[in-house]
């Protein structure tokens, strides 16, 4: 699997790095959302997002990207942080059957 990370979530965070990561930091400024809705669906990339737009286009779309959406809104850094590295192993797991995966503070849900 190889994903996409939206410019909205931490950039240098060890969970993220390596050839299996590309950031949309790192293609500038001037990538919109649909920018990188259309990167990852031409690439087979999954998007990791904390932005509620592309948990609708999900749903309109197909074929979709696949998508993590992290709704935890105001959680502190340290503990956003410690979420996804607790919870990776499971949403690498669901994103095998799964086309979106929401990540709460509390719960992971995942949709067909």
Same mark, same amino acid.
């Given at each position: 699997?190889?994903?996409? =990370?939206?410019?909205?979530? *931490?950039?240098?965070?060890? @969970?993220?790095?390596?050839? /299996?990561? %590309?950031?949309?930091? #790192? &293609?500038?400024?001037?990538?919109?959302?649909?920018?990188?809705?259309?990167?990852?669906?031409?690439?087979?990339?999954?998007?990791?997002?904390?932005?509620s737009?592309?948990?609708?286009? =999900?749903?309109?779309?197909? *074929?979709?990207?696949?998508? @993590?959406?992290?709704?935890? /809104?105001? %959680?502190?850094?340290? #503990? &956003?942080k410690?979420?996804?590295?607790?919870?990776?192993?499971?949403?690498?797991?669901?994103?095998?059957?799964?086309?979106l995966?929401?990540?709460?503070?509390?719960?992971?849900?995942?949709?067909?």
């Amino acid at each position: 699997m190889s994903y996409l =990370v939206d410019a909205k979530l *931490p950039y240098r965070w060890d @969970v993220w790095q390596g050839s /299996d990561f %590309l950031h949309a930091y #790192d &293609f500038g400024d001037d990538l919109s959302d649909r920018g990188i809705w259309s990167y990852a669906q031409q690439n087979h990339l999954i998007i990791v997002t904390k932005d509620s737009d592309f948990s609708d286009w =999900v749903l309109l779309s197909e *074929p979709p990207p696949k998508m @993590v959406h992290f709704r935890v /809104d105001n %959680l502190r850094l340290r #503990d &956003f942080k410690l979420l996804v590295k607790q919870c990776w192993p499971v949403l690498r797991a669901k994103l095998e059957h799964h086309r979106l995966v929401i990540v709460f503070p509390d719960r992971i849900e995942s949709m067909s």
